[in-house]
């Protein structure tokens, strides 16, 4: 079936802009193949529904509105073409403009089957999408047509229903692509570019009819038969995993298309308020994207805040060991003989004796003071990190002639002594990339450096005296 979409079409481009075949050729091209090949697509839309249980609904409304479509080209070819007194509108538009309800149906259904877990956001940047490619369309479209559009009411009615359900449709399938996060898939991407042909054809179609503002001839028949073969094609595409939003955000990137996307329509709009454009269509237009941008900001700030909250350890405010293993990658990435950096892995001394003794609310305000105090010495030379526990983890970027120095105060900083207690830090340090490249590496360095000192520490240690149970006194 796809094979026959494709030929099809193929065929009928081939003799309506080249000639193929010669004017002997109109009648089974432009005729009976082309009505077979509208009607094909429907038929590959039922034979999907049939097939598929889940999206069955769906593609059943989607295969009888290209039916109604197929059936009322059927009408055209034996009534209407070279009829100089056919009227208008005719049975045949009627089931042009029946195909739009349907449609709409059909694809709400396919969204609805394919759609899980979706939150509120998601939801409502496809809305956005829809409304701003609606109000893009009624600008340069819609009131295009309408401006040379002439006849009885009901003429008039007829002719602009097609670029307003084209609009419509495309608009649809555009929140759609705002539902997936702007990866739609074969299906929904052959969808959409069938509409969109669709809706360029009749518009074309519209202008050449009614004010001749485009070229004459056949040449636009092609075009709505693209239009069939995509939906018939997008019919049997192998069925993507459920549109489900991502777990966690991409930052700035999720911004780079609709961004686009909006600016563009503003540099458009620009364009459009400087000609004829209806007072509506401009004011829908600006709100529009006004719309789409702050959405999309506010959705990339609660994003951004999100994921800094997950990054971040919820007691001392430092990263956390997800973000310490992301942040030493790129670390490693980056990382030259002229622009090092360093991994630096600590561990408390004394730590677990401060928190038996004193107890883990006082342990856990020790642990936000060492932290206040590592984040304040770490400075501008690097990040740092509580992975867990009693350790903490620090990724430098500054210069090899600094290294010890800055090491020095890092140790220092995790370091505190009062009545009863006393913590101090053990610590292992790797330079990158002179003595490891890869992120595993430089940690199992600077792990393997840190045991050391602390077993060290641990031999020349005199023995413990007995434990004194006093309060700590502020670190």
Known sequence: MVAFLIAGTLAIALHSWFGLGGPKLDLALNGVLYDSVVLGAAVACLLRASAVARERRAWLLIGIAVGCWGLAEVYWT??????????????ADIGYLVFYPLAYAGLALLVRARAAEMNWRLWTDGLIAAL?????????????????????????ATTLAYPFGDIGMIALVVGVFALTEWRPGRTWALLLAGLAAMAVADVAYTLQWTAGAVPGGGWIEPIYLVSAACLGIAAWQPAPAAIR?????????????????ATVMLGLFAMQYLSTATGLSTTLWAMTMVAVIVRLALAARENRALLEQVQRDPLTGLGNRGRMQVDLETLCDRASEENPGAVVFLDLNGFKHFNDTFGHPAGDDLLVELGGALHKAVGKDGTSYRIGGDEFCVLLACQSERLAEVTRKI?????????????????????????????????????????????????????EGPVVTVAPEKV
Do not use: C
Request: no cysteine; glycine share 8%; proline share 8%.
């Open 411 to 463: 140790a220092e900083a995790l370091t505190a002594q009062g009545k009863g207690f006393a913590v101090s830090a053990s610590w292992g340090v790797a330079t990158i990339p002179t003595e490891a490249t890869d992120p595993a590496e430089a940690l199992r360095l600077a792990d393997v450096r840190m045991y050391a000192q602390k077993e060290s520490r641990r031999v020349a240690a005199p023995a």
């Open 78 to 91: 034996a009534f209407i073409e070279g009829n100089p007194d056919a009227p208008y509108p005719s049975p």
């Open 132 to 156: 701003g490619t609606a109000a893009l369309g009624a600008a340069f479209v819609f009131d295009f047509v309408a401006e040379h559009t002439s006849g009885t009411t009901l003429e008039v």
């Open 245 to 261: 939003p991502r777990a966690h955000s991409e930052g700035w990137r999720e911004l780079v298309i609709p961004a686009l996307f």
